[in-house]
T-cell receptor
Framework: RKEVEQDPGPFNVPEGATVAFNCTYS??????FFWYRQDCRKEPKLLMS???SGNEDGRFTAQLNRASQYISLLIRDSKLSDSATYLC???????????FGKGTKLSVIP | NAGVTQTPKFRVLKTGQSMTLLCAQD?????MYWYRQDPGMGLRLIHY???????AKGEVPDGYNVSRLKKQNFLLGLESAAPSQTSVYFC??????????FGDGTRLSIL
């Protein structure tokens, strides 16, 4: 079983739609979680951290379910500029290494 | 504010040649990392460093060496390049337990 698993997509959604990405992780000792965004031929950039109580940043909402070892990202009112690959990332307890999922590709269509 | 800077941006090598990729960060981060990213494989950790003078192996270290002589620099070396090392290489840095900041990558082709 891969350590961090994501649906690779692609997700093709119209502008204004709401889209949700899911991610599961296998290391129950993972302590910190993040969503990164990677545009085509660019470097990954931090989108948001994921907190146990869930957190929101504008149109983006992240949720964590430790019991199910599951992380989600919800994007509301999708914009063309949201088109990118979204990477689910976990940091193990006492570890300095991040484990990256392979990413979910999103295309927002006019 | 430069953040993480990688040089060169692009390079084409012949099989058997050697080269060094340079990563520099100006955020005073303790930890630095080298990844490679290949289609369908996601980001894979090659080597990392938790401080000046220290290095450790990641998931795919074979064929690469690293050095961290100064806190702000992390060098990745290919002693004898192979076509399988054709990839996009990303350097990243962070404080411990914090999200990593990435450089904009080096596209390396081995012929």
């Amino acid at each position: 079983r891969k350590e961090v698993e994501q649906d690779p997509g692609p997700f093709n959604v119209p502008e204004g739609a709401t889209v949700a990405f899911n991610c599961t992780y296998s290391n129950s000792a993972s302590q910190s979680f993040f969503w990164y965004r990677q545009d085509c031929r660019k470097e990954p950039k931090l989108l948001m951290s994921v907190y146990s109580s869930g957190n929101e940043d504008g149109r983006f909402t992240a949720q964590l379910n430790r019991a199910s070892q599951y992380i989600s990202l919800l994007i509301r009112d999708s914009k063309l500029s949201d088109s990118a690959t979204y990477l689910c990332v976990c940091l193990g307890a006492g570890s300095y290494q991040l484990t990256f999922g392979k990413g979910t590709k999103l295309s927002v269509i006019p | 504010n430069a953040g993480v800077t990688q040089t060169p941006k692009f390079r084409v090598l012949k099989t058997g040649q050697s080269m060094t990729l340079l990563c520099a960060q100006d955020m005073n981060h303790e930890y630095m990392y080298w990844y490679r990213q290949d289609p369908g494989m996601g980001l894979r950790l090659i080597h990392y460093s938790v401080g000046e003078g220290t290095t450790a192996k990641g998931e795919v270290p074979d064929g690469y060496n690293v050095s961290r002589l100064k806190k702000q620099n992390f060098l990745l070396g290919l002693e004898s390049a192979a076509p399988s090392q054709t990839s996009v290489y990303f350097c990243a840095s962070s404080f411990g337990g914090q999200p990593q900041h990435f450089g904009d990558g080096t596209r390396l082709s081995i012929l």
